[in-house]
């Protein structure tokens, strides 16, 4: 017999609403394999627990599972903590006796930590297309052995043609200027101390399958789009496919991407530009030894900014500046190489949140030495969840440093996303 279930996208952050991709890739894999399923969005709800508390008055569930999209806005500057308002939700959904399994990139972030701190059943850590459903199959037999289900030994399933904006009111996302979202792939190779996605194995989807949910989606009516990959050029030649299978369709649409400094042709680019790709963000350290480990360098990147002038398309920096140890000659030479380069905007963070288990904040747990840059004290048995973060300059230096440039600006004063900006 097949157990009744319920998701819920508990997700609230309105600058932008974010469609949960997550939980409509997820559908599919349901659907395929015979199991029935309610989706609530609550992210437009004024009263969540109570419409959640109305919904279980009215409906009987076996499992209830909850995506976690974010654990805060992991900027400084007006940070939001999400984690207390969705525990309030899930302590609903434990007092009727329900098990609660959690999900999503933020509960892979850090996925025993929250599983405690709210007390859920279960959870799924990364890609759950196939592990889901496994792990499903062995629940209602009772046969579960682990609280925490590794996702990534599995991956993706790469044999999913998602038909999507069913299950989920796309509307009301699009109102408060939301975008359409998409994958191609998931896991990053990268190296960034800081990342709570480096160094993860990859899995990419069949490109046509890919194309095929783009001309579904715009037959629907959705013509701008957003990717949500970590960085879109994981790999050069699957980077450089998809664009020309893009091209070939010709699809009345739009996009945004992430990508990284490396690896990068002149011809990406160009097919970037045919393919309709409209802003690139691209994800940048001052630091040189990061720099280093992720194989570019300056000339990277004044190449990369030189091909989007050429092939129109503007290109948003994100920047993270200010690692420990960081000497104040780099930063000062990360602001006069954009200042002259002149990108379309440069997005300045100099604070790094940390998360358990990065390079980063082991370095910082291990020497006292940096505790005094932090935005509040470790704490004993400290987890992470609650948002703190290290700062190596004040605000005061960088403000002196940028010397009211326009072209720059600081990360989470303003609430946002590059597409958002009039860039």
């Known amino acids: 017999m097949y157990p009744n279930l319920l998701f819920i996208n508990p997700n609230s952050m309105h600058t932008p609403p974010v469609i949960p991709i997550g939980l409509e890739y997820l559908a599919t894999a349901l659907e395929n394999n015979g199991y029935c399923f309610k989706i609530i969005d609550l992210c437009f709800s004024s009263d969540p627990l109570g419409d959640l508390n109305e919904h279980l008055d009215n409906n009987n569930y076996d499992l209830v599972g909850f995506t976690i999209r974010n654990i805060d806005s992991t900027v400084f500057f007006h940070n939001e903590f999400y984690l207390p308002k969705i525990k309030e939700l899930i302590r609903l959904v434990k007092s009727r006796d329900i098990p609660v399994i959690l999900g999503g990139a933020g509960f892979s972030a850090m996925p025993k930590q929250i599983l405690d701190y709210f007390e859920a059943d279960y959870g799924i850590v990364g890609s759950a297309e196939i592990m889901l459903p496994r792990f499903l199959d062995l629940w209602k037999e009772k046969?579960?052995?682990?609280?925490?289900?590794?996702?990534?030994?599995?991956?993706?399933?790469?044999t999913l043609l998602h038909e999507r904006g069913i299950l989920v009111d796309y509307r009301s996302y699009l109102d408060e200027n939301g975008i359409v979202g998409f994958e191609t792939h998931r896991g990053c190779s990268g190296n960034c101390p800081y990342c709570v996605e480096a160094k993860k194995k990859t899995w990419f989807r069949k490109i046509p399958n890919i194309i095929g949910e783009l001309k579904y989606l715009v037959r629907?009516?959705?013509?701008?789009?957003?990717?949500?990959?970590?960085?879109?050029?994981?790999?050069?030649?699957?980077?450089?496919?998809?664009?020309?299978?893009?091209?070939?369709?010709?699809?009345?649409?739009?996009?945004?991407?992430?990508?990284?400094?490396?690896?990068?042709?002149?011809?990406?680019?160009?097919?970037?530009?045919?393919?309709?790709?409209?802003?690139?963000?691209?994800?940048?350290?001052?630091?040189?030894?990061?720099?280093?480990s992720n194989n570019y360098t300056y000339d990277d990147m004044s190449k990369f900014i030189s091909y989007c002038k050429k092939y129109d398309i503007k290109l948003a920096i994100d920047l993270l500046t200010g690692y420990p140890d960081e000497p104040i000659e780099s930063i000062k030479k990360v602001f006069s190489f954009f200042?002259?380069?002149?990108?379309?905007?440069?997005?300045?963070?100099?604070?790094?949140?940390?998360?358990?288990?990065?390079?980063?904040?082991?370095?910082?747990?291990?020497?006292?030495?940096?505790?005094?840059?932090?935005?509040?004290?470790?704490?004993?048995?400290?987890?992470?969840?609650?948002?703190?973060f290290y700062n190596h300059y004040s605000l005061k230096t960088i403000k002196k440093l940028i010397n009211n440039d326009d072209l720059f600006k600081i990360a989470g004063v303003v609430p946002g996303v590059n597409y958002q900006q009039d860039l």
């Not at 789009?225 to 879109?232: K, N, Q, S, V």
């Not at 091209?247 to 042709?265: F, V």
């Open 143 to 158: 046969k579960v052995k682990e609280k925490i289900v590794d996702g990534n030994r599995e991956g993706i399933d790469t």
């Open 339 to 388: 200042s002259k380069k002149k990108p379309s905007t440069v997005g300045v963070n100099f604070y790094y949140r940390l998360f358990e288990n990065t390079e980063l904040t082991a370095l910082i747990k291990n020497n006292s030495s940096y505790h005094d840059k932090l935005s509040r004290k470790l704490v004993e048995g400290e987890k992470f969840l609650e948002p703190i």
């Open 220 to 292: 629907k009516g959705y013509h701008h789009f957003h990717l949500c990959d970590c960085e879109f050029n994981e790999d050069l030649q699957f980077s450089l496919e998809f664009c020309q299978a893009l091209i070939e369709e010709n699809l009345d649409m739009k996009w945004a991407l992430y990508m990284r400094p490396q690896p990068y042709t002149k011809n990406l680019i160009k097919l970037l530009s045919e393919s309709k790709a409209y802003l690139i963000t691209l994800s940048v350290d001052s630091d040189e030894r990061i720099q280093q």
